[in-house]
């Protein structure tokens, strides 16, 4: 019994990797017949990342631990409204056991901004816990301009009004 559940595990973990170049290659097939470089692709897809993970209070911000979707958010805000990227401010959510000066070098290096633009508050329930490796906290990346956030919202808003309500 124990060698069938071994050969089954292998045998799901397998179908499981089968799965997911089957659902990378279905992405790249869709991107591959999008213009990611048009302003209004971009500025849409901004939009609707920000509604899913941009500040909606008094602030034009956005927190990730994924470098990746912070530095679209970045670079986005770069190419449509000319941000300067020295002036975006950084807030690191961090675990007790995490050395600040190490988290805030990998951030500033990930996301080219300046180490000085990074301040880091460590949570203080995490005491008792150990952090995984690979987890390098949150990242809040603000620039501060409401009319801004209110613009990438509304934008947000109302395709999803267009698409849903037809």
Known sequence: ????????????????????????????????????????????ALSMLYLGEGDKTQQTSMGSSSPIILKFFIKAL??????????LKCELHLRSDQKEKNIKQYWSNKLDIPYDNFQAYKDKRTTKSKTY??????????????????????????????????
């Open 1 to 44: 019994m124990v060698k069938a559940r071994e050969k089954a595990a292998v045998w799901h973990k397998d179908q499981k990797k089968r799965r997911l170049i089957e659902a990378k290659q279905q992405a790249l097939s869709v991107l591959s017949q999008i213009d990611t470089h048009n302003r209004h692709t971009l500025e849409l």
């Open 78 to 87: 770069y190419t449509l409204y000319g941000l300067n990227i020295a002036d």
């Open 133 to 166: 490796q690979s987890y390098k906290g949150v990242c809040v990346v603000r620039c501060g301009n409401i009319a801004l956030q209110r613009k990438i919202v509304h934008l947000g808003q109302e395709f999803c009004k267009i698409v849903a309500l037809g």
